[in-house]
Each structure stands twice: as C-alpha cells, then as structure tokens.
C-alpha cells in the first residue's frame, strides 16, 4: 500500500521520489534503497535535498528541525542537509555551532520579522551566511476542521505576502542572510483540492515578484495536508495534487516540494487493543486517548475491525479507554461482533498516532512494531512503570 502511494506521488516532472515522516519513512526508505530506487525522505516536515552518494542511488535523509530531538535524529542518520522551521524559536535554538548553521546546506525558515533579526545577529556574530526562507500564509480556507487549518489570516502561522515583500527590500542586501525559499502549510486532511491551486498559484505569483525585486527564489514549499479516508471521506488520490502543482508550476525553474507525510504515514499503522470488558454498549479496551488522541480532540473517527472471524450479528458499541474521563473514547457507534479478550485493531492510526500520545492518567506507551511483507520487529520498547519514575530526582527527600 506504501509503495503503490509512493509511485503515485511522482510525475513526469516530478522525478523526486518523496518519501514521508518518522520510523516508517525512514524504514521505507532503506527498502528502496535496497532495490536501488533514488528516494528523498521527509522526517516529519520539510524537505531538501542532499548530494549522490557513490552508488548514486543512496536514500537522502533529510529534516524539518521544528525540535532539537530531529535535529539530533537527523544527524545520527546521516542526514545531510534540510529545513530548520517550526513556529516561534526562542533565541537559545538558534545556537549555531549546535544545531547545524556550520552546514550551508541547512535553511531556516522563518515566521517573523524579530526571528529574522535574530538570526542576522548571530550570523554576523560569527561572520556566517545563512540560507533563509520565510513562511506565508496564503490566507486560504482549507476546508477542514479548525484545530488544524493553518492557513487562513486568523491562523497563528505565517505571515502576509505584503509583510514578505517588505522583509525581503529590507533585508535581500544583508551579507548574513540568503533567501532563497518561500514555504506555506495551509492545513491538514484537506479533501478540496482547489484549497492547493489557490494557494500554489498565490505563492508562485510572489516567488515571481520577489525575484523581481532581486531575489533569486530557488525553493517553494507547498506544505503537505493531503486528506486520508478514516471512514467513507471522499479523497482524492496524489496523481491528482500532482496534477494540478503541475498545471500550475510547469515552466518555472524552482524546486518544488511537498510533505505528504500524512497521505503515506495515515494508512500504514494500526493501533491493536485487547477487549477487557463489555459494559451496555460500552466495549471497554485497554487502550485509550493517551494511545490515540485524535477521537478525543478532535472528534475524529477511525474505523475499528475485530481480529476474529464475524459469525454473529454486528451491534453497535462505543469503543472506549480506562482513563477516568468520559471523553476517552476510541470510537464511537462501531458496529462489532465481539467479546472480552479478544482483539480489535483501530485503523489509519500511523499519522498523528503514536507522535501525539502521552503519558496521561501515568499509563506507559505503547510498543511499536513493524511490518514488512511477511517479516515484523520491535522498533520501540513497550514503556514501564520505572521509565515513568526515572526523571524524577530527590522526589523523598
């Protein structure tokens, strides 16, 4: 399922192959490499691209460095270049000799004029020059739900293409700062495309005037937010964004990138609970909203199959956790045919799954397993009790 998305994910005049976010990106990525495929990963974010390797078909590891744990990640796989973003940096993240401005291949993308300035400071500070970008916001309704639209003018992120145009006249003749990038994320399972091609046709009209004004733009980022079917969502498949970035970018030299972690990642995990007990229609298991927040947040809805063979009539359940909070729910209205201790698996958990749970209520997390074909493995240590306790210091004394 992987491999087929990723092959449709690249056009004619997208000869990059994009890979998605987190352990299963970079899994995939090693697999392709073995059967000499060029692939580019994204580790949860924003791409760029890195020199061949020897064999001329290496996996290209690269990152979006919106926490130090994906800086350090990035390195300790061999990245070698990438994107330095994220909303709102304190000054102390900006250390140079730390987090990568010794390497010229990284970029910061930035959200705001002070952030900027930071970075010009530090930069004369040790006689460096830094690659930059700054991130817009289209002002463009992506249709979805709220907590996860981020390109509308209310939206905390980005910043207007008026703003961008003076930033760049004030700042495109500093020797510290190289812009060469623009970037926008609109939102997050959008399911309208005409949501893209508005604010595609936006960015390369801005790249175009920033140019104009003696900037050379080598770099559009366009974001990811290509919606997944849950339940019964009418999606469309990524041949078809791809038509239309190539519809709209075809004739101009920038680079084009995207992060369609989501539409990779989504339908690639599961998360698999045991039934503990059955309560009136309440199918009580032993996961929760620690393990899977998006139901409880934002009210969103996984389909949930039992493991067992179905011999007898479905009835409908809401699929619920032990978290003393009546908003832990799983699903709900599930039609199952299940009983306690069997095993249930709530679908298209590999996207905003296992990155977004927690320690809530002191319930460990849980393991994470891969599976390739016929083969499986422990990629992640199920948590205990004692890493629980283990970061707190003195707590008797």
């Known amino acids: 399922m992987i491999h087929k998305t990723i092959k449709e994910l690249v056009g004619k005049s997208f000869p990059v192959i994009i890979v998605g976010s987190g352990p299963a990106g970079i899994t995939l990525a090693l697999s392709l490499e073995k ?22 078909y290496a996996a290209k590891i690269i990152g979006d460095q919106v926490t130090d744990l994906r800086y350090s990640r990035l390195r300790q796989l061999g990245g070698t270049s990438g994107h330095w973003g994220g909303w709102c940096k304190p000054i102390e993240k900006w250390n140079i000799e730390k987090w990568g401005f010794e390497y010229n291949s990284f970029s910061k993308l930035k959200e705001q004029t002070c952030e900027i300035l930071e970075i010009e400071s530090i930069a004369r500070s040790k006689k460096r020059t830094v690659n930059i970008g700054v991130r817009l916001n289209p002002n463009t309704d992506a249709k979805t739900i709220n907590q996860i639209s981020t390109g509308k003018k209310e939206n905390k992120f980005g910043i207007s293409f008026e703003k961008a145009i003076d930033i760049a006249k004030e700042y495109s003749n500093k020797p510290e700062l190289n812009f060469l990038a ?67 970018f075809s004739g101009t030299n920038k680079r084009i990138f995207l992060e369609p972690g989501r539409s990779i990642a989504a339908n690639a995990g599961i998360l698999l609970a045991k039934v503990e007990y059955l309560k009136n229609n309440f199918l009580i298991t032993d996961a929760a909203m620690n393990d899977l927040l998006r139901p409880a947040l934002y009210k969103a809805n996984h389909q949930v199959v039992s493991l067992q063979e179905q011999n007898s009539s479905h009835n409908k359940v809401d699929v619920v956790g032990p978290v003393c909070e009546s908003g832990d729910y799983l699903a709900k209205g599930a039609e199952l045919a299940i009983k306690e201790d069997e095993f249930l698996a709530i679908r298209t958990a590999g996207a905003y799954g296992f990155v977004m749970s927690s320690n809530y209520n002191s319930r460990p997390r849980a393991c994470e397993i891969l599976v390739e074909g016929d083969d499986f493995r422990l990629i992640r240590q199920r948590e205990s009790h004692d890493d629980l306790f283990k970061h707190e210091i003195d707590l008797l004394k």
């Open 35 to 56: 059967r000499k495929i060029d692939c580019l990963i994204i580790e949860a974010g924003r791409e760029e691209y890195s020199d061949e390797s020897q064999e001329n």
């Open 182 to 248: 623009i970037t926008c994320h609109i939102g997050s399972q959008i399911l309208d495309l005409k949501s893209f091609k508005n604010a595609a046709e936006q960015m390369l009209d801005l790249a175009n005037r920033l140019d104009q004004i003696g900037l050379e733009i080598k770099i559009i980022d366009m974001g990811g937010g290509l919606g997944v079917r849950y339940i019964d969502e009418e999606t469309s498949a990524p041949a078809e964004l791809m038509e239309i970035y190539q519809d709209v």
